[in-house]
């Protein structure tokens, strides 16, 4: 769905761009090519010149991560979970964050084609297309549930979902399953909601005050965007904690 009213330009789905094969490119996609090219360069460098005696970039994020992995292990209780966990929670927090900032890049959203008299931008924003903070939800949710059926054994990671022992028991496992289901929901709706409405803020902002609102705008979205980045991570943290945790 898309509005076109008065040079302001609001679509609620990712716009196609082409097709390969038969499997449509929207331009959701190619910014999220973009997004891992750069998180991929940015690894390629600190890999190649790390040192024994860090520079200040290097030091930089061996602080970061260094904490990070520390806090990890304080939720797990463990450091083997927690080193066996970090690569996933630092991907999707990076991944989140960095697709967050590349949004008020030169370009995005403004650069485009127009067809049959209406704009379609090449660039857009990664997480305001439902599609993409599903595909993340999706792998947090499965990580979390193969991580709770490795860490206790099928059976007894199922007991938390179906218990006929009582039937406060089973009422129990009931409500567990529906949260964990609803975990899709509201994972992708959350981060999905945050970064639209902040886009169409902007918008709106920029069209109607161009001069004066949209800087200030841009600067408390992106810390919404850290934050909404932080927000995915720590609860895909704290619900594989959960996961592991023998339940008494």
Same mark, same amino acid.
């Given at each position: ?44 460098i600190l ?11 290097? $030091?930089? #994020?061996?602080? &970061?991560? +260094?904490f !990070?992995?520390? *806090?990890? /292990?304080e ?14 929670i ?11 900032? $590349?949004e #008020?890049?030169? &370009?995005? +959203?403004? !650069?485009?084609? *127009?067809? /049959? ?22 792998i ?16 007894? *990671? ?10 406060l ?28 409405a ?19 705008l841009?600067?408390f ?16 943290l ?11």
């Amino acid at each position: 769905m898309s509005l076109m009213e008065e040079g302001i330009h609001i679509a609620l789905s990712a716009e196609k761009i082409t097709e390969v094969f038969g499997i449509p490119i929207t331009n959701t996609l190619i910014t999220s090519w973009i997004v891992m090219g750069i998180l991929a360069v940015i690894a390629v460098i600190l890999g190649r010149n790390l040192a024994m005696v860090p520079n200040k970039f290097q $030091l930089l #994020f061996e602080t &970061g991560f +260094g904490f !990070i992995l520390n *806090y990890m /292990e304080e939720t797990l209780e463990s450091r083997k979970l927690a080193i066996k966990f970090f690569p996933l929670i630092m991907t999707l927090f990076l991944f989140i964050f960095a697709a967050n900032v $590349l949004e #008020f890049t030169p &370009g995005i +959203g403004s !650069i485009g084609l *127009y067809h /049959e008299g209406e704009f379609t931008p090449l660039l857009r924003s990664v997480n305001t297309d439902l599609n993409v903070t599903l595909a993340l939800t999706l792998i947090s949710f499965f990580v979390i549930e193969f991580a709770g059926v490795a860490a206790l054994g099928f059976l007894k *990671y199922a007991k938390r979902f179906v218990n006929v022992r009582s039937v406060l028991g089973f009422f129990i496992g009931l409500i567990e399953l529906v949260s964990e289901i609803a975990r899709l929901i509201s994972f992708s709706f959350r981060l999905f909601g945050n970064i639209f409405a902040g886009e169409v803020l902007i918008l709106v902002a920029a069209f109607f005050v161009p001069l004066f609102i949209p800087v200030p705008l841009m600067l408390f979205e992106v810390f919404v965007g850290f934050i909404q980045a932080a927000i995915f991570a720590l609860l895909t943290l704290f619900f594989i904690k959960i996961a592991v945790t023998d339940t008494h």
